[in-house]
DNA sequence: CCTTCTTGTTGAACGCGTTCAAATCGGCGC
DNA sequence: GCGCCGATTTGAACGCGTTCAACAAGAAGG
């Protein structure tokens, strides 16, 4: 009964065994997101799937537990091209608009090749029953993962931050990333060339709003706007769940 | 093939006809979102509502295209019943906290007892295809009421705001309700008290935010943010659709 | 070689949302 | 009465995601 769900990303395991499943796992992926590139989602039928890949339709499910299941192993995907496309941008560049400007465009530039199916990513992201809903415990470590970076965007600029805006901004601002990402899903201009027009003008309000909290004035709102920002991170709430407070 | 689907709300035609068909229409629609409320939408098949309204079930799909399109007649409906909750206040109250709080959470009253299968609701409402996608064509009327209603939450208020907030306001108050609502849909508090809570603190930081925005020094940020926002609101775009343009 | 256990694989079968050709109903002219 | 036509209703059938009992392939020990 334990197959080998346990671990999703292919390069968690030891790495060791190899076993022959490894090479169909492998196999059944990359034969789900070709297709789904070429057909999108909806078009794309696990028989089809299975039969691309040489497998049966069984043996497809023996590694996914669901046809969504397919779409985590998307997510695993593109963020690590992002966080590749990010990293020499992020070593050289130290102007805090110009860090989330590059992150932004590359995470853009990362998905771009799937937007034709990716209409279901976030159709299915939404659902609070969904292991693919983005505050899953199954999605955390993606999360974890995509927030880091917003941390380190910040972290490596030139602009001094309060420590209690450092704890919450990199969750924020992954938020913003999420917002960016629903508009270009819903975005039918040529190009995707509103969602970059957009995604631009609000980096830079971002950044002139992260600038603005600096001033005295203004702390004891933004303060307050931490508040309850904090309030809606943590869901799990009374139920006391001890998986979300660290880091 | 013109089927009554051409009426989606039951109000919207003549009202003379009366056609055999509208008594059908109702009952199914009546049963379905009690079995939607009784063990929620995934486990309500469109066979069980067809048998448990004494129809077949290609005749469950003569009046709705789909199951999906059950939820938009939920939609209607609970926004009505939304309206009606907050005339009252509305006509009395002044106060732009009070009466922002008292929609807030009326709208949290109204749609309690769907909080079980209102999962799936955001679910398929964050599919750019499908027609209950918030901003799709399908569901501008529903959208266009509600946005109504924040407008006349600013109006009936004794706080004076500029045109351009006047105009873009509203929108944005339906979008920070869209945002609630998608909290409370997560939220497995007993009673969903976060959810009342987080809408509460939040009322008070938007309100705050609304005078803030009318202090002179701080108009040229604000209206680079309404600018943007705007941006964000015509997503058809440059492909000129007319039907956006009215009101 | 035979057994035993885990791992990998199969394809028929189930229940679902949805479709559609065909049957039925209801009013209206004759 | 009869014929007609659109509105309504039916239920079998299709394709889908998913499940599962059964089977094959190795690996390990005797």
């Given at each position: ?12 395991d ?18 789900a ?27 497809a ?39 989330l ?52 965007v ?33 975005d ?24 603005l ?7 004891p ?6 508040k ?20």
């Open positions: 009964m334990d197959g080998p769900l346990t671990a999703t990303a292919p390069a968690v030891g790495g060791k065994k190899s076993r022959k499943g490894e090479q169909t796992r492998a196999q059944i992926l990359e034969t997101l070709t297709l789904f590139r070429e057909r999108g989602y909806e078009d794309t039928t696990m028989r089809a799937i299975a039969e691309a890949a040489g497998v049966s339709v069984g043996n499910y023996y590694y996914f537990r669901s046809k969504e299941h397919l779409i985590q192993a998307f997510y695993a995907r593109t963020h690590e091209e992002h966080l590749e496309a990010c990293r020499e941008v992020l070593a050289r560049e130290v102007g805090l608009r110009d860090r400007l590059a992150v932004m465009r590359a995470k853009l530039d990362t998905i771009m090749p799937y937007h034709r199916f990716s209409g279901i990513l976030f159709k299915t992201a939404a659902d609070p029953e969904s292991p693919l809903n983005p505050f899953s415990e199954e999605s955390l470590p993606v999360r974890q993962q995509s927030t880091a970076l917003f941390a380190e910040l972290e490596g600029s030139n602009v001094r931050l309060s420590a209690d805006m450092m704890a919450e901004l990199p969750n924020l601002l992954w938020t913003y990333h999420m917002g960016i990402v629903l508009f270009w899903i819903h039918r201009s040529p190009g995707c060339a509103r969602s970059y027009r957009f995604m631009e003008q609000s980096v830079k309000l971002v950044v002139r709003l992260i600038s909290a600096q001033i005295p004035v203004l702390r709102l933004f303060r307050e706007i931490l309850v920002v904090a309030e809606l991170r943590n869901r799990e709430g009374t139920e006391g769940n001890p998986s979300t407070m660290g880091t």
